[in-house]
T-cell receptor
Framework: DTEVTQTPKHLVMGMTNKKSLKCEQHMGHRAMYWYKQKAKKPPELMFVYSYEKLSINESVPSRFSPECPNSSLLNLHLHALQPEDSALYLC?????????????FGDGTRLSIL | AQTVTQSQPEMSVQEAETVTLSCTYDTSESNYYLFWYKQPPSRQMILVIRQEAYKQQNATENRFSVNFQKAAKSFSLKISDSQLGDTAMYFCALLAGGTSYGKLTFGQGTILTVHP
């Protein structure tokens, strides 16, 4: 069982829809991450939250909007997505951003844009 | 900038045999950690093993061990007594401080298939 829970597991949406991906962890971690992963490729970092503050923005399009309501929750709001945004979206958490703190991943949300 | 290179896109092994996955990396940081993650078709990224750059002793976790050659910037993963459940994509990853603080740098991955 994963200690990082992501919902939903699958999401199909049209390009005009608005939806949200959710991520939750109860390990007391203070850093949380969103990754985008295409098939047979490594994950690409989208956002990092450290102590509920956005620390890194990897020039991700504004149609992706992260939100960290508290230290256990991380949301990714989606709006007006494009077909190329279809991918696996992984959430991860770690104790903090230190190099000795490994990141623990959730099962991911498989997103398909029609 | 940091880079991680996995030169073997795909590998296969017979059940119960041993297989080694290769990884090389580059970083200007003096303190860093290296990781191997496993991603089976069920898609969860699972941490397999980690190695601190300052430790000379190679890390071991049950059937998984690494060969860490710091001077050569090499970090290979050896899987002994391979099992069908080891079939997955394996990613080598680097986590360092400095300007890349908190950013995991992944290699391109190696697809490992274990045959019965």
């Amino acid at each position: 069982d994963t200690e990082v829970t992501q919902t939903p597991k699958h999401l199909v949406m049209g390009m005009t829809n608005k939806k949200s991906l959710k991520c939750e962890q109860h390990m007391g971690h203070r850093a949380m991450y969103w990754y985008k992963q295409k098939a047979k490729k490594p994950p690409e970092l989208m956002f990092v939250y450290s102590y509920e503050k956005l620390s890194i923005n990897e020039s991700v399009p504004s149609r992706f909007s992260p939100e960290c309501p508290n230290s256990s929750l991380l949301n990714l709001h989606l709006h007006a997505l494009q077909p190329e945004d279809s991918a696996l979206y992984l959430c991860a958490s770690s104790q903090n951003r230190g190099q000795d703190k490994p990141q623990h991943f959730g099962d991911g949300t498989r997103l398909s844009i029609l | 900038a940091q880079t991680v290179t996995q030169s073997q896109p795909e590998m296969s092994v017979q059940e119960a045999e041993t297989v080694t996955l290769s990884c090389t990396y580059d970083t200007s940081e003096s303190n860093y950690y290296l990781f191997w993650y496993k991603q089976p078709p069920s898609r969860q990224m699972i941490l397999v093993i980690r190695q601190e750059a300052y430790k000379q002793q190679n890390a071991t976790e049950n059937r998984f061990s690494v060969n860490f050659q710091k001077a050569a910037k090499s970090f290979s993963l050896k899987i002994s007594d391979s099992q069908l459940g080891d079939t997955a994509m394996y990613f080598c990853a680097l986590l360092a401080g400095g300007t890349s603080y908190g950013k995991l740098t992944f290699g391109q991955g190696t697809i490992l298939t274990v045959h019965p």
